[in-house]
């Protein structure tokens, strides 16, 4: 089991950016992928990146692909989401997740077992 605190949110107008942190408390926080999920108002929550336990390997939603890029040092027991050119689509409340199996199915928020409390991620003019 791992705790994961997630920081780094706010309001900030379209085009901006922002990176967020993911610290995770286990000892071995290497051994865990990580996913990036996000929950609009209203809505369920979706995959929006994923990390495997190096980072060499990364995955993204069709919607963030080539704005958001998931990196984790894990010197750091820290997993980051930089987010570019942000857009009104993006708000949302913003949660990292940990999998210990590293499942294949990455996308589906019920293969992690550890989550965050979530950061809140508000693009407004």
């Known amino acids: 089991q791992v705790q994961l605190t997630e920081s780094g949110g706010g309001e900030v107008p379209p085009g901006a950016s922002l990176r967020l942190s993911c610290v995770g408390s286990?000892?071995?926080?290497?051994?865990?992928?990580i996913g990036w999920f996000r929950q609009p108002p209203g809505k369920d929550r979706g995959f929006v990146a994923h990390a495997n336990w190096s980072g060499g390997r990364t995955a993204y939603a069709d919607s963030v692909k080539g704005r958001f890029t998931i990196s984790r040092d894990n010197d750091k027991n820290t997993v980051y989401l930089q987010m570019n050119n942000l857009k009104s689509d993006d708000t949302a409340i913003y949660y990292c997740?940990?999998?210990?199996?590293?499942?294949?199915?990455?996308?589906?928020?019920?293969?992690?077992?550890?989550w965050g409390q979530g950061t809140q991620v508000t693009v407004s003019s």
């Open positions: 997740a940990a999998d210990s199996r590293w499942t294949l199915d990455y996308t589906d928020p019920a293969k992690y077992a550890d």
């Open positions: 286990a000892r071995l926080f290497s051994s865990y992928a």
